[in-house]
């Protein structure tokens, strides 16, 4: 019986692909890590990826009409929390050549993001990235369930339009306050702008946040170089930065709560983390920059600089990150890569850190590599800023808090 099931579903899967395009893939990266120090004493035994809990396996499936106008995604993610869904999944329908309506969840949508990532980005990754190397100057049309809107009136143009949708109906201001809309045009042999409006709202009273504007210009008309530049203002009302501001120095990072006392060592660290948190979520301008040249064949360097101001003193100094890394191919199969990473808060609430990675990287085959690192950080403060490399935590002053993973990487 379980024979004739399965030549059935071949015989299915068959006549389907006869009339279809049906893809699959996968990629997996994993970092176990077996040792690793706070800066005082040895921590063992963990089991991350560079954003955090790991996937231990994906299966990426699409499916594609023979006429190109219908197609869909599944993507599906196993951890210890078991099977679920991830990324990009749901039905895509084609009406018209240059217009593509997509329903499901969605991940860079359309492909506005703007994506530079090298050494530690790809490794664990360190609290002295501020501004994320994926997005670093133009940030993805949001990860979200919804519509979406894909229009293409020339191959060097397309505008895409991301409106969630809520699993029930909403408030008009509340249901469409998350739509995102953005823009590219490629200039041939020069580089590609782009330009878009993310929306964030909330209100509570006078206190409103509405959104954020972006630009951003690819540079890929230079041989060997990759750079990406650009700008995002939030739009938001002065009673919202009070708010922000007040949140930083109440306890419970409310409003309203009791004020903290920032002579006591436990609250100075709670003003230390609520200030972290208005930081990366509140900021008024961000501007960065992000560059890539092979030097040669088997030698590339890479770097990146991002600054954050904020508004009504979050504080009014800009917080600043820096990065430079580079990769060397000592043969076809055996590679170095390193980085040093430094975040320069001028706020007296954040304390400045640094961080390095020197990593060896050996290829098993087209579908896999197999890494060892060493990786740290110094300066983290009283534990202000989470995320610290994900798997050790940082202890009070310039300690050097540092792992040793092993990186996996599977795909095919």
Known sequence: MKKLIGALALAAMVATSAFAEISFGGWVRTLPTFV?????????????????????????????????????????????????????????????????ISIGNHDNFGGFR????????????????????????????PGKQGVGLLITPMDAFKIGVLLPLED????????????????AYTIDGIGTIKAGFFGEYNSAGDASKYGKIEGAFDLTGIDKLTATFGVAYTLASSDYWKGCLANVNKKGNKADGDPLDATKADELAQIKANTWSSITSNYLLKAALAASYGITEAFKVSGNFAMLMFNDDVSKDPAMQFGVGADYAISDVLSVTGDVRMLLPL???????????????????????????FQGVVGLGDKAMP??????????????????????????
């Open 168 to 183: 029930k109906l909403q408030r008009g201001d509340t249901g469409f306050g998350g739509t995102a809309v953005a823009a």
């Open 387 to 412: 995320g610290d490399l994900k798997v050790i935590s940082a202890t009070e002053g310039n300690k050097l808090a540092w792992a040793v993973p092993i990186k996996a990487e599977v795909s095919f």
């Open 36 to 100: 690793g120090s706070n800066g005082e004493d040895i921590k063992t035994s963990a089991l991350s990826a560079s954003w955090g809990s790991p996937f231990w396996s994906r299966l990426d499936a699409s499916w594609t009409s023979d006429d190109g106008k219908v197609g869909m995604v599944t993507k599906l993610a196993t951890s210890a929390g078991g099977v679920a869904t991830h990324d990009d999944v749901g039905i895509w329908l084609k009406p018209i050549d240059m217009i593509k």
């Open 114 to 141: 703007s994506d530079l990532g090298f050494g530690s980005w790809n490794w664990l990754r360190p609290s002295t990235i501020l501004v994320q190397d994926e997005g670093i100057t133009f940030d993805a049309l």
């Open 347 to 373: 706020s007296s609430n954040i304390d400045s850190s640094l961080s390095f990675l020197v990593g060896l990287v050996g290829t098993v085959n087209s579908n896999a590599s197999l890494g060892i690192g």
